[in-house]
């Protein structure tokens, strides 16, 4: 019996198989890095999935090692999003991870690689990341491979299925034995949020993303105030699923320098704490708090006072970002 629902760590599974047993997958994904990572001499490789990090205590997708006489020579670290975005300062917590490899094994021995389908587009802040493979590349690699003859019955049946699971990642083959993201659960609780929206904030529009079962956030598209600057912030809300707090964000991308400068600023930053100025990674985020909400159409009703709340923090983003939007220019030039 198959999995009725392709997640993400389906595809941790699949890399983790494949980079550990298949030279020939191992030299592929190695030669779609070749122009930013070269591979340590006289070195083993080692594959292992949620490994722990240098700098945090978080978990990194993968990570595969170059070893030599025991020593860690070189690192690829790979982060997979099939259908969501980036959690708050992810992807500069990857840069920071990179950089501490960088200083033990040289700059050219350690980088970061995202693989995604191409139709994820909730990925944002991709700078962080050395490379980014599409599962879609996979697909084509794997399908030439059967394009040799000498193949065993086995291997080419083994290699069949898993087009077919990488396939529905991506969305496609619907009558395959995976149902791929999106699953019905996540699109009625958006299709309900989206309905909020345009009741209440008629304004604002939510950007077009996959949707599995727990969605954490939505980002929003041509907001007020978002075109009449010389630079473009993003605005998120994260619903929490089970966090009792969670956030709606303003974030300006490499700006995380002048937190100081914006928090000094004359009026810029309420005194009563109602909207929060910080430093996540190598951003500056403008935050306000809102109740954490549970992403289950079934109990969307009982949480609308909580949903209402994260749209009014949003509209507050938005005004505070078109009130203040001359001071907020020239602070930004000198990012």
């Known amino acids: 019996m198959f999995d009725k629902s392709v997640r993400e760590r389906d595809l941790d599974h699949f890399l983790l198989e494949e980079l550990s047993a298949s030279r020939d997958f191992l030299d592929y994904l190695l030669g779609k890095v070749s122009s930013v990572f070269s591979v340590p001499p006289q070195s083993t490789v080692h594959v292992q999935r949620s490994p722990r990090r240098l700098t945090d205590n978080r978990q990194t997708d993968l990570q595969i090692s170059f070893v030599n006489h025991e020593e860690i020579t070189g690192v690829v ?37 995202l693989v995604s389908p191409r139709s994820n587009l909730a990925v944002q802040g991709r700078e962080h990341f050395h490379a980014v493979i599409h599962v879609e590349e996979i697909v084509d690699h794997l399908a030439a491979r059967l394009k040799d003859g000498i193949l065993s019955v086995e291997l080419r049946a083994r290699l069949k299925i898993k087009i077919e699971l990488l396939e529905a990642i991506c969305g496609k083959r619907a009558n395959s034995r995976w149902n791929p993201e999106p699953i019905p659960e996540r699109l009625e609780f958006h ?136 001071t907020l220019a020239e602070i930004m030039k000198k990012s």
Request: hydrophobic share 40%; proline share 5%; charged share 30%.
């Open 191 to 326: 299709r309900l949020y989206e309905l909020m929206l345009r009741e209440l904030a008629p304004e604002l529009r939510v950007k077009s993303s996959g949707n599995g079962i727990k969605s954490n956030t939505r980002f929003f598209d041509n907001f007020p105030g978002q075109r009449e600057l010389p630079f473009s912030p993003e605005l998120k809300l994260a619903f929490g699923h089970r966090k009792l707090e969670e956030h709606a964000t303003l974030q300006f991308k490499r700006a995380g320098d002048l937190v100081e400068a914006v928090r000094a600023a004359d009026g810029l930053v309420p005194q009563d704490g109602s909207i929060r100025v910080e430093k996540s990674g190598t951003s500056l985020m403008v935050r306000v708090v809102i109740p954490g909400t549970d992403p289950d159409p079934a109990r969307f009703e009982e949480q609308r006072e909580k949903l209402i709340a994260g749209i009014n923090a949003v509209k507050l983003l938005c005004e505070w970002l078109l009130r203040h939007k001359g």
């Open 77 to 113: 670290v790979i982060e997979n999003k099939v259908t969501d975005g980036f959690q708050d300062g992810q992807p500069e917590a990857y840069g920071e991870e990179i950089a501490a490899w960088q200083e033990r094994v040289g700059q050219e021995h350690a980088i970061a690689v």
